[in-house]
């Protein structure tokens, strides 16, 4: 039996599977809320408490670099986290962290038509040996998936969120200029991210794009408000010019980013959008304003034409690439 753990700030998701080949099976699943534990083996112990079988191996995937087996996330409030320690306190013998955005696309080579959602079709004639993995949530994490010739794959975390961002047009162009003033260096996660969307909005109501609805005020107003849900929202329902403009200008970086990335790593084994952004805002990810940006690429405007998108639906996507790098794991 092995353990995948999908670990967040807010919430910590952990399930059991039994494993036939690729085929899992879970046997128990379980959510916890993470700030009510004094530690990540806490919440383990109590989950595999009753539990008699043997837990082979346990992979937790965890928003964050992992150097030497040690993740030091700013989104945990346990401090570091040891693989080594972990596996010793929970009696466990094969027991891994991994970057958030290995275990999502560690799910990827595994999910089924009905898991995905067909953003952009892309061409026959293509070569497949590498996928790029997108997933803007709270920051914008990226993986590139590279596969062998006889089907195996491996997942190469990647911090290409943290790049420069490089305006295509005008207004973008005084985006840069005004959050250059604020943080001095502007990477495209300060712009398509969970938290880069209220930089966009506050960007253009400081210049004077368009005048604030008072709803929209409102609802922003009390502290500790999540911006980005209430811009999210107002852009969606298109009842505030300001919060439409702002998830077109989202939408339309994140789709150049995928589109770059593609030509960087000659990704044409297709774009997969993971996070938990993308399905709550999937009708302004079909759109012509992403589709433009994502393939407008110049002489080279083929490749990425020819390269299709997906929107992963599985919410937990992260959680069963876990547990297929923990199957992995317990054959050695």
């Not at 590498?130 to 062998?148: D, H, M, Q």
């Amino acid at each position: 039996m092995i353990l995948a753990c999908d670990a967040g700030g807010t919430k910590t998701i952990l399930a059991l599977y039994d494993y036939d080949n690729d085929k899992l099976t879970e046997v128990k699943y379980e959510k916890f809320s993470s700030r009510e534990y004094n530690s990540f083996q806490e919440i383990i112990s109590e989950f595999l408490s009753g539990i008699n079988t043997p837990i082979t191996a346990g992979v937790a995937g965890i928003a964050g670099p992992i150097v030497d087996g040690i993740c030091r996330s700013t989104n945990l409030s346990w401090g570091d986290l040891d693989e080594r320690v972990i596996g010793k306190d929970t009696g466990i013998p094969r027991f891994k962290l991994v970057n958030d955005l290995v275990a999502t696309a560690s799910a990827v080579p595994f999910l089924k038509n009905d898991d995905l959602d067909v953003v952009h079709k892309g061409g026959a004639e293509r070569v497949k040996e590498r996928v790029f993995v997108i997933a803007p949530g709270t920051g914008l994490g990226n993986a590139l998936i590279v596969y062998s010739e006889d089907g195996d794959f491996q997942v190469i975390p990647s911090e290409a969120g943290h790049m420069d961002f490089a305006p295509r047009n005008d207004l973008e162009a005084e985006m840069l200029a005004y959050l250059s003033k604020k943080y001095k260096r502007v990477s495209i996660e300060r712009i398509a991210s969970g938290l880069g969307i209220p930089n966009i909005y506050e960007f253009l109501v400081n210049t004077g794009y368009a005048k604030v609805t008072d709803a929209v005020a409102a609802e922003l107003q009390p502290e500790g408000t999540d911006a980005s849900a209430v811009i999210s929202k107002y852009g969606m329902a298109g009842t505030d010019p300001v919060c439409v403009k702002a998830m077109e200008l989202f939408v339309a970086v994140l789709a150049a980013h995928a589109g770059n990335m593609v030509l960087a790593l000659t990704a044409q084994g297709g774009v997969y959008l993971g996070g938990g952004i993308p399905p709550k805002i999937s009708s302004l990810i079909h759109t012509e304003n992403f589709i433009s940006a994502y393939t407008a690429k110049g002489r080279l405007s083929y490749l990425v034409e020819n390269t299709p998108v997906y929107m992963i639906k599985d919410s937990e996507a992260a959680l069963h690439g876990a547990a297929h790098i923990a199957r992995k794991l317990s054959l050695f």
